[in-house]
């Protein structure tokens, strides 16, 4: 499965509302997706699992949403600990695939 | 609390082998699955394939199959990775990351190792 993220990156002021979009070439079991930060250097952070579920610690700012095929991150108010390279993946069929990646950058 | 720490960063000739370890605390080790994902510099996320720590089931990335072989010592909380055959094209950090749970083996990965620098270069 092929999975699509849109756009490429953002450039955007801290307390801006970050939107990022991920699109499978299919659809997704049981909404099988999650979306990781990676700061360089760092390993990737579980953000969301089952495309809309807050992992352990993660801030409420943070949203997943959608199904299906079209599954969307949101960030409501930009930190400035969350300029980072955010990926989506799927993990409901095998190979697990991530997205290409979207770097939020600091405008 | 839980941890991953792998091993040291590898520097390997092409042709040659390495054998990455991942060493696990804080949770009951068996229970969880253990997956192997790769960076190469500057480049996305890739996933390598997947290992049951309770028995000796393993999956595998078509990409990597009959290069890659998974395996763990229950006795020592420890998954390894080994590639062989390796080419310039596999210099990249090699992750470990345990699946967080719940739906057997299809679950995202809640906690990440470090990450282990492999520069294949002759």
């Known amino acids: ?107 | 609390q839980v941890q991953l720490v792998q091993s040291g960063a590898e520097v390997q000739k092409p042709g040659a082998s390495v054998k990455v370890s991942c060493k696990a605390s804080g949770y009951t080790f068996i229970s969880y699955y253990m997956h192997w994902v790769r960076q190469a510099r500057g480049q996305g996320l890739e996933w390598m394939g997947i290992i049951n720590p309770s028995g000796v089931s393993t999956s595998y990335s078509q990409k990597f199959q009959g290069r890659v072989t998974m395996t763990r010592d229950t006795s020592t909380s420890t998954v390894y990775m080994e590639l062989s055959s390796l080419t310039s094209e596999d210099t990249a950090v090699y992750y470990c990351a345990r699946g967080r749970g719940g739906s057997g083996s299809y679950t995202a990965f809640d906690y990440w190792g470090q990450g282990t620098l492999v520069t294949v270069s002759s």
Do not use: H, M
């Open chain 1, 1 to 107: 499965i092929v999975l699509t993220q849109s756009p490429g990156t953002l450039s955007l002021s801290p307390g801006e509302r970050v939107t990022v979009s991920c699109r499978a070439s299919q659809s997704l079991s049981s909404n099988f997706l999650a979306w990781y930060q990676q700061k360089p250097g760092q390993a990737p952070r579980l953000l969301i699992y089952g495309a809309s579920s807050r992992a352990t610690d993660i801030p409420d700012r943070f949203r997943g949403s959608g199904s299906g095929t079209d599954f969307t991150l949101t960030i409501s108010r930009l930190e400035p600990e969350d300029f980072a390279v955010y990926y989506c993946q799927q993990y409901g069929y095998s190979p697990r695939t991530f997205g290409q990646g979207t770097r939020v950058e600091i405008k």
